[in-house]
């Protein structure tokens, strides 16, 4: 279990779980009056607390271990992923942001009810659903592995599901009562937290390792098993296999459409940037978040680069110690950081970067209960009771809220434990594995929206047919499908990236393919002044 802690490490548990029962009671002291407060917070978050949360949401546990991972089996190419972020932060924020602030949605999908009506808001929301389940899922199934190294001292199926239960036990108690504003602050705590500790970790690796600046950077540059170097930035291969998902093309391709997605048609991260007074404001978090990822994102590589330096050049570890012995990593690649973290560093910044671990997961958590709720709730339970005729006070639906963030709790728990098998089944990297899961939903809401923005186009019908085969085209190019339906000459290997353009393409043909005669001329959507 978990004795590999000291007296200092189990005094930082403390410390940290004092200040997590004191920011829970003090954020939850005020209770939701209305949907609008529980939901959006009154539309009174200040700018850079939302761009830390979008930060906090759109990274979390998916960097804490996917980050170290990417950078000790690979290179730092994801960063350049970044340019789709900032082409599509000002998409976002020139075409999305105002049409949202402008209709006073609670939802993204409230958007479509304006353009196609209630059943397109409806089906959009059931997709949304569906896919954040799988994406969030992913996310607490990252989370897990960490919390089973740190209690168990492994990643067994039985002991990665009990860590699934826990921290949906915990994250479900601190978020249920709050809502949004909760979350977001709560973010922004658990940010500091596993920031701070990646830093640590960091130092700790740099003074460790006994070989000077340039000599790390030569290793790095020319790994000893003859691969590329492990500090390429700027890849431009035309790869365009699941191995060529962060190349440059990918970035100005797939990132594009898969971070349009993200800002403006995730719930999870778009409800977070509607909490703020105005659209101008809500823009510059997102923009600001964006701008915040990079160092973030670059910091988690390194470490892993730096663990690709202490488990696998013996050559220069072996000065470390008097007697020449190195250290050695026993384990399979995702573990690597929670191994290093649990048996190589000092007592005390050891309990503080494992805490730093925990806020991550809480922190995936939170983002999807909230979210999710929201849709539950205000695209889907609020609009069935006024068709049933049925009328409910807002404090109704603020417990109604309550209630469905125990579905979504048990729902993304039971979604992490067939993450486990999915991602070793696929031996996926563990960033690419989290990012390539968010595809599925994705790929027709692209559609949708594109057609609901661009053209006057489109019908509640053909919305529906454009999200079914966005799906299906991303289900056509999982390895699994392909090896059921067709010879092995026959199959597709083809990165997540541009599954989603293809995927978007199709879903925008499908939906433009329907006439607009059924679309109520007073509904369209106005132009924003």
Same mark, same amino acid.
């Given at each position: 279990?978990?004795?590999?802690?000291?007296?200092?490490?189990?005094?930082?548990?403390?410390?940290?779980?004092?200040?997590?029962?004191?920011?829970?009671?003090?954020?939850?002291?005020?209770?939701?009056?209305?949907?609008?407060?529980? $939901?959006?917070?009154?539309?009174?978050?200040?700018?850079?607390?939302?761009?830390?949360?979008?930060?906090?949401?759109?990274?979390?546990?998916?960097?804490?271990?996917?980050?170290?991972?990417?950078?000790?089996?690979?290179? $730092?190419?994801?960063?350049?992923?970044?340019?789709?972020?900032?082409?599509?932060?000002?998409?976002?924020?020139?075409?999305?942001?105002?049409?949202?602030?402008?209709?006073?949605?609670?939802?993204?999908?409230?958007?479509?009810?304006?353009?196609?009506?209630?059943?397109?808001?409806?089906?959009?929301?059931?997709?949304?659903?569906?896919?954040?389940?799988?994406?969030?899922?992913?996310?607490?199934?990252?989370?897990?592995?960490?919390?089973?190294?740190?209690?168990?001292?492994?990643?067994?199926?039985?002991?990665?599901?009990?860590?699934?239960?826990?921290?949906?036990?915990?994250?479900?108690?601190?978020?249920?009562?709050?809502?949004?504003?909760?979350?977001?602050?709560?973010?922004?705590?658990?940010?500091?937290?596993?920031?701070?500790?990646?830093?640590?970790?960091?130092?700790?690796?740099?003074?460790?390792?006994?070989?000077?600046?340039?000599?790390?950077?030569?290793?790095?540059?020319?790994?000893?098993?003859?691969?590329?170097?492990?500090?390429?930035?700027?890849?431009?291969?035309?790869?365009?296999?699941?191995?060529?998902?962060?190349?440059?093309?990918?970035?100005?391709?797939?990132?594009?459409?898969?971070?349009?997605?993200?800002?403006?048609?995730?719930?999870?991260?778009?409800?977070?940037?509607?909490?703020?007074?105005?659209?101008?404001?809500?823009?510059?978090?997102?923009?600001?978040?964006?701008?915040?990822?990079?160092?973030?994102?670059?910091?988690?590589?390194?470490?892993?680069?730096?663990?690709?330096?202490? $488990?696998?050049?013996?050559?220069?570890?072996?000065?470390?110690?008097?007697?020449?012995?190195?250290?050695?990593?026993?384990?399979?690649?995702?573990?690597?950081?929670?191994?290093? #973290?649990?048996?190589?560093?000092?007592?005390?910044?050891?309990?503080?970067?494992?805490?730093?671990?925990?806020?991550?997961?809480?922190?995936?958590?939170?983002?999807?209960?909230?979210?999710?709720?929201?849709?539950?709730?205000?695209?889907?339970?609020?609009?069935?009771?006024?068709?049933?005729?049925?009328? *409910?006070?807002?404090? *109704?639906?603020?417990?109604?809220?309550? #209630?469905?963030?125990?579905?979504?709790?048990?729902?993304?728990?039971?979604?992490?434990?067939?993450?486990?098998?999915?991602?070793?089944?696929?031996?996926?990297?563990?960033?690419?594995?989290?990012?390539?899961?968010?595809?599925?939903?994705?790929?027709?809401?692209?559609?949708? $929206?594109?057609?609901?923005?661009?053209?006057?186009?489109?019908?509640?019908?053909?919305?529906?047919?454009?999200?079914?085969?966005?799906?299906? #085209?991303?289900?056509?190019?999982?390895?699994?499908?392909?090896?059921?339906?067709?010879?092995?000459?026959?199959?597709?290997?083809?990165?997540?990236?541009?599954?989603?353009?293809?995927?978007?393409?199709?879903?925008?043909?499908?939906?433009?393919?329907?006439?607009?005669?059924?679309?109520?001329?007073?509904?369209?959507?106005?132009?924003?002044?």
């Amino acid at each position: 279990m978990v004795n590999h802690f000291a007296f200092a490490d189990w005094l930082v548990f403390a410390i940290y779980l004092s200040i997590l029962a004191i920011t829970g009671w003090y954020f939850n002291r005020k209770k939701s009056a209305n949907t609008q407060d529980y $939901f959006l917070g009154g539309n009174t978050m200040p700018v850079w607390v939302v761009a830390v949360s979008v930060l906090a949401t759109s990274q979390s546990a998916a960097t804490f271990l996917g980050g170290p991972d990417q950078g000790y089996r690979g290179d $730092f190419s994801y960063l350049v992923t970044n340019i789709g972020a900032f082409i599509a932060a000002f998409f976002v924020a020139t075409f999305l942001m105002p049409r949202f602030y402008q209709h006073k949605v609670t939802t993204v999908y409230e958007l479509l009810a304006v353009r196609f009506g209630e059943a397109a808001k409806k089906r959009a929301g059931l997709l949304y659903l569906f896919g954040r389940v799988f994406a969030s899922g992913a996310r607490l199934y990252m989370a897990a592995i960490a919390v089973s190294m740190i209690i168990f001292n492994d990643i067994a199926a039985n002991h990665v599901v009990l860590a699934t239960v826990l921290l949906a036990f915990i994250g479900l108690i601190y978020s249920v009562i709050g809502g949004i504003r909760t979350v977001i602050f709560s973010d922004v705590l658990q940010c500091i937290v596993y920031v701070s500790a990646a830093v640590l970790v960091l130092y700790c690796l740099i003074i460790t390792i006994p070989a000077d600046f340039s000599t790390v950077v030569t290793a790095l540059q020319q790994p000893d098993d003859g691969g590329a170097s492990k500090l390429t930035l700027l890849n431009f291969d035309l790869d365009f296999t699941a191995n060529g998902v962060f190349t440059f093309w990918s970035a100005l391709t797939g990132f594009v459409l898969l971070n349009i997605a993200a800002f403006g048609l995730d719930q999870d991260m778009t409800q977070r940037v509607l909490t703020c007074k105005s659209a101008k404001e809500g823009s510059k978090a997102m923009l600001m978040s964006v701008v915040l990822v990079i160092p973030v994102m670059a910091l988690f590589i390194a470490i892993g680069s730096l663990l690709y330096i202490y $488990f696998q050049r013996p050559d220069l570890m072996a000065g470390m110690s008097a007697d020449g012995s190195v250290p050695v990593f026993s384990g399979e690649n995702v573990t690597v950081f929670m191994f290093y #973290v649990l048996n190589e560093i000092p007592a005390g910044i050891k309990g503080f970067v494992t805490i730093g671990v925990i806020a991550a997961a809480l922190s995936t958590l939170n983002s999807g209960l909230n979210s999710m709720s929201s849709v539950l709730v205000m695209d889907l339970y609020k609009p069935w009771t006024k068709k049933q005729g049925l009328a *409910h006070s807002e404090s *109704h639906f603020v417990k109604a809220g309550q #209630v469905s963030m125990v579905l979504v709790a048990f729902a993304l728990a039971s979604m992490a434990v067939l993450c486990f098998y999915w991602q070793q089944y696929s031996d996926m990297p563990l960033l690419a594995f989290a990012l390539s899961v968010m595809v599925f939903s994705y790929s027709g809401l692209l559609g949708v $929206f594109f057609t609901a923005v661009f053209s006057q186009r489109g019908n509640s019908r053909s919305v529906t047919w454009a999200l079914i085969s966005g799906f299906a #085209v991303t289900l056509f190019f999982q390895p699994y499908v392909q090896e059921a339906l067709m010879p092995q000459a026959y199959q597709i290997n083809l990165g997540f990236t541009y599954q989603l353009c293809i995927g978007a393409f199709v879903g925008w043909i499908v939906c433009m393919l329907g006439s607009s005669i059924e679309t109520n001329q007073a509904s369209k959507l106005v132009p924003v002044s």
